[in-house]
């Protein structure tokens, strides 16, 4: 197999082995992006001689016989709304386009201590708003599993590139399901880890109580051992979790005997296809033949989740988003006065759906329509955060598709946003709730498209839903099989 | 028609914290531009705030020397409004849970003492500065944004519209000062813009009981614009009334070279600030143990201290001067330890020290004479070595050079002559040389005695004790 189709612990035990060089590994990927990158367009920025630096550097230290982190010398991406220092962080927006953070974020700070090799900023969502990555200012990212499909969003660009081989490992971000779906779409693992879990300081603000960083791999171990290295504590980041940080890999048991699944009746209802159903049922099936006891709960509230989190996010986002108006930062666009100057920055540099949800967030929090919208919308919150809690008293994980349907063709959806923001129905609940939740792959549509199964945990308890995810990956290789084909040697 | 205002003020402080409220930056005045700011005062993409706990400490003290209630549970919201100095488009601050409520504070009025209520008290960020190009804003072509203020913590005093007067209005923010230097959370450096105040007012006919409509008038920063400014808005606002006319709630400027107000916007011009949770900070709770800790680390405050040094003798307006500061009633304090008696103590800090300080525009704290050296001086007088006229020239002497007043006295001979016969030859001499006001004197116009005691002390050069004086003029002209 070549070395860009390889997962992260593989490469880094043959890195430790000294069978390969991070160089000639990262010499792969970066042909591999090269080859790649033209049909797939899952790179803003793309960092070729900066990879190879830091790749000689790794492969320096592996001669010098110092011990090396599990990332050292791992071609990684990064979504473009993580502030990187000295690299342009766009957002995938005009509003952007140039901006170069003066700081790195928690989570680079993090990562730079295990060495990785960065290979580039992926495509997204202007500033993480959609499911699909169309709303890049940029460029269309293509599902590398079938190019006339989205590779999902907003992470697509990061989903894309792992299952394009072009990285072997990346991060995104989740606010309502963008982690999870575009791994689902792009057959990849994805896990948006608990709220406060990562820290948020320096990802790019959408929905500041729902957003959360999190690791897409090609498979459940990568994730785990990519956990261990982003959580924690941060002092720069208030909400994040002052919570222990148990060492993730030590799920990766295989054993779930006992493990009690819970499957909400309401995420298994109309409008999920019938290749999407059957599939996650199967492996639930796999599930309960390892041990686990299968029950049907019920999370009752569901049905308002959609409605609740296309007012709670956009509220967020339209005073997140103020700050881009041209006085000191990002673009500007000239005008006779300061109300033209901002006016005119904001109304040619933000793309269409940015402005849909600055919109219907600003209508959500004015005057004489905040009881009836935010206020009615945080009460719908807490009420679907019960339900999670009740559920939770019962089972250890809830299990149900990712997404209702596998990837769908580009600019199938791009005419009806409600029709799109009904595809979030399975993965915006919990950022509501602010729980960890995992997507890997289950199965294969007859047209060649992945199936992701979507598996929720307690809160601060992605223990257990690594290890149901990874017992589950024990038993199939879809894992395997996905993998990227072609490209360079 | 007899017309009453009703007033109220929201203060706005800033507090003396060395770094800003959501980041490490530097608070201090007067740096150069743009120097006290990071990517998260800056509202840079990804930045959050982070709470510094010395402003939710400052905030909690000063509601309680206002002696409000500390809410258990307190957030901070973002209120949303687009101006270029505000590089969030939003200012952090709170809305509906404050860290303080229901407080008050009492004023002295002509009718008496009078208790103006506190509504609440909460905590926000600072602006940043706009630098025009030309001398305002309406002449200028360009205008640069200076950030240093920008995330510098302040405190929101709101009152109830408990003031009937400009100068109850002036009294109440003179008091508001004085606590807050108190329990020392503010420089309260008004032309720095350390505290400012909204005046929201109206006028109804005496009797009325329903509230008239009211205007605002923002940022106003001294004492005397406070007084100024009302005393005008009170006026226009009954011509207006007295005319048949309604008062437009709006927002009205001060212009203080013209001392008049000027309409800014109306209310249907008013912002809709979208108030919404701040969702990157976490609630503030503060225990019940917490508060109690803050309540036993307050310092005497000025209502206590004042009755204090009444107690002591003062008569209730030295006291209330002496403790409008903290600064000057410490100084005092100092003096009285010093061995000083408290009258001619405060006689002194009133007077020639007052005096000097406003002459060079130095604070107490800055003060050339040291409360040691003039509790000396006023010991001085005290057991009658020198008189007071001469100890206004040693007073002058230790202003300008660092001596002992005992060491002045002593090299300027300026001793009191208390000698009886030294006296009484000067006594002799002026009675012989001042035939007419012995006459007058003795003719029935007792009050000729004093050009004769003006006499004596001037040929004594001031030295001869004034009692002594009088007793021996008496004596002699019998």
Known sequence: MKLYAKTAHELHDMLVAKEISAAELTESVLAQQAATEEKVGAYITTLADEAMAQAKAVDEKIAAGEKIGFLAGIPGAIKDNICTKGIKTTCASKMLENFVAPYDATVMTKLAAENPVVVGKTNMDEFAMGGSTENSAMKITHNPRNLDCVPGGSSGGSAAAVAAGSAIWALGSDTGGSIRQPASFCGVVGLKPTYGRVSRYGLVAFASSLDQIGPLTRDVTDAANIMNVISGHDMMDSTSSPAEVPDFTKALTGDVKGLKIGLPKEYFGAGIAPEVASSVKAAIEQLTKLGAEVTEISLPHTEYAVSTYYLIAPAEAATNLARYDGVSFGARVEGADIVEMMTNTRTQKFGPEVKRRIMIGNYALSAGYYDAYYLKALKVRTLIQRDFTEAFKSVDVIACPTAPTPAYKIGSMVSDPLAMYMMDISTVPLNLAGLPGISLPCGVAADGLPIGLQLMGKPLDEMTVLRAAYAYEQTQDYHKTLVPEGGAE | ?478
């Open chain 2, 1 to 478: 028609m007899k017309y009453e205002a009703v007033i109220g003020l929201e203060i706005h402080s800033e507090l003396k914290t060395n770094t800003k409220i959501f980041c490490g930056c530097a608070t201090s005045f007067g740096a150069e531009q743009n120097t006290h700011v990071c990517p998260v005062c800056l509202g840079l993409p990804g930045v959050l705030p982070v709470v510094n706990r010395r402003v939710v400490e400052f905030a909690i003290k000063a509601g309680l020397a206002m002696n409000c209630e500390i809410n258990h549970f307190s957030k901070f919201d973002r209120k949303n409004y687009y101006y270029p100095d505000l590089p969030k488009n939003f200012q952090t601050s709170q809305f509906d849970l404050p860290i303080c409520e229901h407080g008050y504070v009492d004023i002295d009025t002509v009718n008496g003492p009078k208790r103006i209520r506190i509504t609440r008290i909460h905590m926000e960020e600072d602006a940043g500065k706009l630098v025009h190009s030309g001398s305002t804003i309406k002449d200028s072509d360009s205008s640069n944004v200076d950030y240093n203020r920008t995330g510098v913590p302040l405190i929101e005093i709101v009152s109830e519209p408990d003031m009937s007067s400009p100068e109850e209005a002036r009294a109440y923010m003179e008091k508001v000062k004085s606590i807050l230097e108190y329990v020392d959370v503010s420089n309260c450096r008004m032309e720095q813009g350390n505290l400012r105040a909204d005046l929201n007012v109206s006028v109804r006919p005496v009797g009325e009981t329903k509230l008239g409509t009211r205007t605002e008038m923002k940022n106003i920063n001294s004492f005397k614009a406070v007084e100024d400014s009302l005393a005008y808005e009170i006026q226009r606002q009954i011509e207006v009334v007295e005319d048949g006319g309604t008062i437009r709630q709006e927002t009205r400027t001060w212009d203080p070279n013209k001392g008049i107000t000027l309409s800014m916007r109306s209310k249907e011009e008013a912002q809709d600030y979208r108030y919404m949770p701040e969702p990157d900070l976490v609630p503030i709770v503060t225990t019940d143990e917490e508060i109690e800790e803050y309540r036993k680390k307050l310092p005497e405050l000025p209502d206590a201290r004042r009755a204090r040094l009444v107690e002591m003798g003062l008569t209730a307006y030295d006291a209330g001067v002496i403790t409008a500061s903290r600064a000057m009633a410490e100084y005092f304090d100092a003096v009285v330890e010093g061995g000083a008696d408290a009258k001619l103590a405060a006689n002194w800090i009133m007077g020639d020290l007052s005096k000097n300080l406003n002459a060079e525009g130095k604070t107490i704290t800055e003060s050339p004479v040291e409360a040691g050296r003039l509790a000396k001086m006023i010991a001085l007088i005290s057991k009658g070595t020198i008189s007071s006229k001469i100890a206004k020239t040693v007073f002058a002497e230790m202003w300008n050079c660092p001596d002992e007043p005992e060491k002045i006295v002593e090299a300027k001979g300026l001793v009191q002559i208390t000698d009886t016969g030294a006296i009484e030859a000067i006594v002799d001499e002026v009675i012989a040389n001042n035939e007419k006001a012995v006459a007058d004197y003795k003719g029935g116009n007792k009050k000729a005695i004093g050009a004769l005691v003006g006499q004596v002390m001037k040929a004594s050069k001031g030295k001869a004790n004034p009692g002594m004086v009088n007793q021996l003029l008496a004596k002699k002209l019998g």
